[in-house]
């Protein structure tokens, strides 16, 4: 059995993407990004291969300040996918309602009818009643507001 540990050449520091323990090396041979084998004595009881880096043909532990680096940047990554997230959803939200009249019927009819409703209300406090192009102009701008998840 060898121990294949795959780094990542374009980072610096080269760090650890995977481990994996394969019977036959040979295919990994010609590859720039593997160590066949490595001596991984140093990374001994580093359990998070995360913290694992590539220097000068040898496996070790990244130093304090790189696995400070390496979480900063991984928790930026990952909070600026839930924000993407977030405002694709925002976008489908307000651009559904651009193309109100091919939305799905049921959401058209409850919106119908919660209009209709505030309409009676409005009427018997002698108040103007509220269009749809109203309507669609109150729920586009809560969405896009961000007061909406």
Not at 1 to 28: H, K, N, Y
Not at 34 to 57: M, Q, T, Y
């Amino acid at each position: 059995m060898a121990t294949i540990v795959r780094f990542a050449e374009s980072e610096t520091p080269q760090r650890v993407l995977g481990v994996r323990r394969l019977v036959d090396p040979a295919p990994f041979r010609v590859r720039t990004d593997v160590l066949i084998s490595p001596d991984l004595s140093a990374v001994e009881g580093v359990v998070d291969e995360d913290f694992w880096k590539h220097v000068a043909g040898a496996i070790v532990s990244m130093t304090a300040q790189e696995i400070t680096d390496f979480d900063t940047a991984r928790s930026d990554a990952a909070a600026r996918a839930v924000q993407d997230d977030i405002d694709a959803t925002r976008a489908d939200a307000a651009g559904g309602l651009e193309g109100f009249g091919r939305s799905e019927l049921i959401l058209r009819a409850i919106l119908e009818i919660i209009l209709k409703e505030i309409n009676n209300l409005r009427t018997e406090h002698s108040l103007t009643p509220r269009t749809t192009g109203q309507l669609k102009d109150a729920i586009k701008a809560k969405v896009e507001s961000g007061d909406v998840d």
